[in-house]
């Protein structure tokens, strides 16, 4: 069998030559032969000649020769002979001869050769070839390759290959192509390529986008990446994901954004975020997110973030969950809104004397007392005080047991109480020292009294502000003396009235002289035993004249006068005549 003649093929031949090969020349087509051929004539290589080329014939192309492959010559090739192309014929190729490569092929693009594409050549990847690029190719791109990258191409990213792609490269993508991610390659992203992303990028994600990141992703976010998201973004993320925004990072988002978190995921949001918030990002959040606020996040709203709450949201608010720090900057017309019994004892202690000065009297009669200090019970207008007593009679039993209020009562508001109020003093006489000396000046000024015991202590208050009137006195039983009153009078009276506070004389025998002996109270009656030198009177002449006279030991009313039971002295009495007929 007769040897094949080796075809000649230089740097002479033209594209016409190249084209008239035949099977039998290419198989004695030697490499430095096709190295030879010129650029000009490498067009000659038609569709049904490429396939035909050994790898070996493929590995011996120029740089050159590959810069002028047309996408018809390029599509030609199989997988197998573009593996055979060198990283510097890959190189060379224009982005339309790229292009060209078929969808099955590009895959074999040796990866030597990836690193070395343009972005031009990246971006005419068509979105066959891109949905067919293996991992380790796309692990290799950098940022300089993939700023062509469209939005159509990133439709068309195997989620294995994205998830490869370099953080830094990600990082890259212009905000278009990041819009073209398809929903279900979005939580393939490494989660680090957040790290890389900017503003525009960021606010680039579609919503729907937006609703398929991962909680990782979300924990890569940051300050300066947030600032442009929007409220349709901010709607659409999970509540696992707006779980892990860090604190500081989800202070960031703009008023308009924090508007659009969905009802679901709200209450998801890390309380300790809550402490970051502004005033206008707080008064942004609609009565209708509020109401899903859960308590750990309420109770992170201090002075800052409250004062931003308007009615319509504190409405929706559990009170008792704020901190004890917002109760007073929220306004008092905010405060008509709010369920003021809810109000704990320290939350009480924290209103304002603005605040409780601003409160109705049905207001008032909402809150703990308990948690009013003097300041603030002193705060109460004495119309909204005698309001609040006309709604809460049983304010007196409450006010007996807190000392506060007591030493907050003045005149203006005393005048507000029934004697009833006055009287249960004596049920509560330790209560008494915390009057204020208003106070004392008031009740003084009303005719009432305080009631001491023997020892000068206060004991109570009376409001019996009538002397007891004195009635008559005579011989009782021939030998003592007894005075009658129009009232009862107090029964120690026999250990209250001073002997020397009483005297008694003879007119008609002079020389009889008589001194106190014994006086002792029962009822409405005193009865006075007599002395004459030194001895018990046995008997009273029936004959004489008494006269009989009392004197008050001070103005005020004190231990040692003769008292009605309430307290009052009886005034002073000079030479009231004693009836003696022997009889009584």
Known sequence: MATAKPISIDSKSTSADISKLTTTDLETLTPDQMASITAAAIAGFTAKIIPLLSAELIQALTSDQAAVLTSIQTNALSPEQIGALSAENIDALTPEAISGISSEAISSINLDAFELLTSSQIAAFTTGQINKLQADQVSLLKENQVVGLSAVQMAKFDRAALQELEPS?????????????????????????????????????????????????????????????????????????????????????????????????????????????????????????????????????????????????????????????????????????????????????????????????????????EGLSVEQFQA???????LLYSKTPTILEKIFSLSPVLSALDSSKLGVFPKSFFNSFDANPDQLVLLSSD???????????????????????????IKPVFMQAFVSEGKDIKMSFNELLNERADQQALKTSFKVINT??????????????????????????????????????????????????????????????????????VLNGGFG
Do not use: C
């Open 380 to 386: 109460i207008s004495p119309n909204n005080f005698k």
């Open 169 to 369: 490269a990600f990082g890259a993508l212009t905000p278009s192509a990041i819009k073209g991610i398809a929903l279900n390659s979005i939580d393939a992203i490494n989660p680090e390529s957040f790290d890389f992303l900017n503003a525009t990028q960021i606010a680039a994600f579609t919503p729907t986008q937006i609703s398929k990141f991962t909680a990782d992703a979300v924990s890569h976010l940051d300050a300066d990446q947030v600032i442009a998201m929007t409220s349709e973004q901010m709607a659409k993320f999970t509540s696992t994901a707006i779980k892990k925004f860090e604190p500081t990072v989800f202070a960031e988002l703009t008023p308009n954004a924090i508007k659009g978190i969905s009802l679901n995921s709200i209450g998801s949001i890390d309380p300790d975020t809550f402490r970051f918030l502004s005033s206008t990002q707080i008064a942004a959040l609609s009565p209708a997110q509020v109401s899903k606020l859960i308590p750990a996040q309420v109770s992170q709203l201090g002075a800052e973030q409250a004062v931003g709450l308007s009615a319509a949201q504190i409405s929706k608010l559990s009170i008792s969950d704020l901190s004890n720090d917002a109760i007073p900057v929220l306004s008092n017309n905010v405060l008509k809104s709010v369920k003021l019994s809810s109000l704990s004892i320290p939350q009480v202690s924290s209103l304002t004397d603005k605040q409780i000065t601003g409160f109705t009297a049905n207001q008032l009669s909402l809150l703990n007392p």
């Open 439 to 465: 106070a004392r000046s008031w009740i003084s000024a009303q005719g009432y009294h305080m009631k001491v015991n023997e020892a000068g202590k206060e004991i109570g208050i009376s409001t019996d502000t």
């Open 508 to 577: 008609t025998d002079k020389a009889i002289k008589y001194s106190i002996d014994v006086i002792t109270t029962s009822g409405s009656e005193v009865t006075i035993k007599l002395l004459r030198d030194g001895e018990p009177v046995s008997i009273i002449d029936p004959t004489h004249n008494l006269r009989l006279s009392y004197t008050d030991p001070s103005k005020a009313d004190d231990w040692n006068a003769l008292q009605d039971s309430s307290g009052n002295d009886l005034i002073s009495l000079t030479g009231i005549n």
